[in-house]
């Protein structure tokens, strides 16, 4: 394997200090409490709506989703590219109502509608769950790309991406994590779009491209309708289906987009920002595609390939050779080192890194908002939180980092296992009391007790004893009790997302048999704020 070259080097160190100087003056700006939770409600459509893709987007997408598009095939291109055209129409569910309310937590929502103080604690423990996970992940990726492009060592690599996003977070709260996430949200685009031009051009355009992609994999064009789909998991159109569904709602719900609708001047901003979202994140998508259906090409033929060459065993002498991650961890960074170009590289590097910084930065947000100001002043009255909110949110962002850190040194699992794993015990447990709460008055609070306390063990239980017993995460996890063990990956659900319409169909069945919260509340938050939206 090539050596890192000074490109690489140079590239990356630019994009270091350009986020650091980003977060350093956005301190400057920061006056308030609300400042420091929110931005002030001052942050505009563009930059809102390029944070938005960024924090979304998390390393699952940069390095996850090349790697299932060359694992799985066609099946989940379009899968992707559908998601992308869905992404207005999901927000619209949250997005202008949640302006029009202009919370200041995830949990403010669901305290106010369901008229329960209490929810603040289950709401918050869900969100960490998901928060801890979901910092890890970005941790890990960070050091990931560190350590397959620039050759930095996988544990320097952990160290320096958390200290940076440190930096910025606890200097400027969202105002330097809202412009540093548009920032990197453009930086990532543009890393993707110039590798995928790079690999089309290597090809011979859009004809060469899909020409040398059936010639390598002839079964890759297919869809699940054909007799030969393109792997298991991209076999039925349940599994291809469900992504599109999931991700969509996701969007809608998941704590981390959600709030960036809080730091919006108005409503017609929130509105606009997913415009901004939604044309940033297709073009990102798309250049990922790319990558991932051309990878097992590039990476037979690149310099680690010749003539023979297995993409799969390549693969795993990435693996081998850093002693971090799985194989498909390293797909794209593979197909694009193809290419021979240090510059590229240097530029997927940054863009790799720029979006795991974001992600882990957005969750911090999350997060110190809930301990800070829900758990610490709201709930237990701390004289200390109510009068020091920004110093202990600065506290409390140190320590969730250092946490992700702690537990990136030995990962329990890989970065697309642990989004997988964060992403749908949220949206599965808090997802039917927002969606429903804001938009059906029969909503209750027992049922959104109901779908968290069960949904969040039921799927934490689920998804590790697929991976665990079973042998991969998107089988059903009850399918050895179904069809025996001799059939354990008889029905495909990928992620468990099972879940999500079994929280839903928990959480209605709940609101019919039990006592609907006071009409005031529902007026008021449910009728009110999906008027005119």
């Known amino acids: 394997m090539a050596t890192v070259e000074a490109p690489v080097v140079g590239i990356t160190v630019l994009y270091f200090l350009a986020i650091i100087v980003i977060g350093y003056y956005s301190r400057q700006r920061l006056k308030s409490a609300t400042d420091y939770y929110v931005a002030g409600r001052q942050v505009g459509a563009v930059v809102n709506g390029l944070a938005l893709e960024s924090t979304y987007l998390s390393p699952a997408?940069?390095?996850?989703?090349?790697?299932?598009v060359f694992i799985l095939g066609y099946p989940f291109w379009w899968a992707m590219a559908a998601i992308i055209a869905g992404m207005p129409i999901a927000t619209l569910l949250t997005a202008s109502a949640l302006r029009k309310?202009?919370?200041?937590?995830?949990?403010?929502?669901?305290?106010?509608?369901?008229?329960?103080e209490r929810?603040?604690?289950?709401?918050?423990i869900v969100t960490v769950i998901g928060a801890v996970l979901y910092?890890?992940?970005?941790?890990?990726?960070?050091a990931l790309f560190l350590l397959a492009v620039a050759k930095v060592p996988y544990i320097i690599g952990i160290v320096v991406g958390t200290i940076i996003v440190m930096l910025y977070v606890v200097w400027g709260g969202m105002i330097a994590t809202s412009w540093n996430a548009a920032f990197q949200a453009f930086?990532?685009?543009?890393?993707?779009?110039?590798?995928?031009?790079?690999?089309?051009?290597?090809?011979?355009?859009?004809?060469?491209?899909?020409?040398?992609?059936?010639?390598?994999?002839?079964?890759?064009?297919?869809?699940p309708s054909d007799p030969e789909p393109p792997h298991l998991l991209s076999g039925t159109w349940i599994a291809v289906i469900g992504w599109f569904f999931v991700w969509h709602y996701g969007f809608a719900t998941m704590p981390y987009t959600v709030v960036r609708f809080f730091t919006t001047m108005d409503i017609k901003t929130a509105r606009r920002s997913i415009f901004w979202c939604t044309l940033a994140a297709g073009i990102f998508y798309m250049a990922l595609e790319v990558i991932g259906a051309a990878s097992k090409l590039m990476i037979e033929t690149g310099p680690m390939g010749g003539e023979g060459a297995?993409?799969?065993?390549?693969?795993?002498?990435?693996?081998?050779?850093?002693?971090?991650?799985?194989?498909?961890?390293?797909?794209?960074?593979?197909?694009?080192?193809?290419?021979?170009?240090?510059?590229?590289?240097?530029?997927?590097?940054?863009?790799?890194?720029?979006?795991?910084?974001?992600?882990?930065?957005?969750?911090?947000?999350?997060?110190?908002?809930?301990?800070?100001?829900d758990w610490g002043d709201l709930m237990l009255k701390s004289r200390?939180?109510?009068?020091?909110?920004?110093?202990?949110?600065?506290?409390?962002?140190?320590?969730?980092?250092?946490?992700?850190?702690?537990?990136?040194?030995?990962?329990?699992?890989?970065?697309?296992?642990?989004?997988?794993?964060?992403?749908?015990?949220?949206?599965?447990?808090?997802?039917?009391?927002?969606?429903?709460?804001?938009?059906?008055?029969?909503?209750?609070?027992?049922a959104m007790w109901t779908t968290a306390i069960i949904m969040t063990p039921l799927h934490l239980y689920a998804w590790l004893k697929a991976k665990l017993v079973l042998g991969h995460h998107a089988f059903f996890f009850l399918n050895d009790v179904i069809y025996g063990m001799e059939n354990k990956a008889a029905l495909i659900t990928?992620?468990?997302?099972?879940?999500?319409?079994?929280?839903?169909?928990?959480?209605?069945?709940?609101?019919?048999?039990?006592?609907?919260v006071e009409e005031e509340a529902v007026q008021k938050y449910c009728v009110e704020l999906t008027k005119e939206v």
């Open 384 to 446: 200390y939180a109510k009068e020091n909110p920004i110093t202990l949110a600065r506290i409390v962002s140190v320590v969730f980092l250092l946490v992700g850190l702690v537990i990136a040194i030995n990962p329990p699992g890989l970065v697309l296992d642990l989004s997988g794993w964060a992403f749908v015990v949220i949206i599965s447990a808090l997802g039917p009391g927002l969606i429903l709460g804001l938009w059906w008055k029969r909503a209750t609070r027992a």
């Open 187 to 223: 930086l990532m685009t543009v890393a993707a779009v110039v590798a995928a031009v790079a690999i089309l051009v290597k090809l011979g355009g859009i004809n060469g491209f899909y020409e040398a992609v059936a010639a390598n994999n002839p079964k890759f064009w297919n869809t």
């Open 61 to 68: 997408s940069m390095l996850g989703l090349p790697a299932y």
């Open 119 to 124: 929810l603040r604690w289950v709401v918050g």
């Open 310 to 373: 297995n993409a799969v065993a390549i693969l795993k002498s990435y693996m081998a050779q850093y002693g971090v991650g799985g194989w498909t961890d390293y797909s794209m960074v593979a197909a694009v080192e193809a290419l021979q170009n240090p510059w590229i590289l240097g530029i997927l590097c940054a863009g790799g890194l720029a979006i795991a910084m974001s992600t882990a930065a957005g969750w911090v947000m999350v997060v110190n908002t809930i301990v800070t100001r």
């Open 135 to 142: 910092i890890t992940l970005s941790i890990v990726g960070m």
């Open 101 to 116: 309310y202009a919370p200041t937590s995830f949990a403010d929502y669901y305290a106010d509608r369901y008229n329960d």
């Open 494 to 516: 990928p992620h468990q997302v099972w879940a999500i319409p079994v929280g839903f169909i928990l959480f209605i069945i709940v609101s019919l048999i039990t006592k609907p």
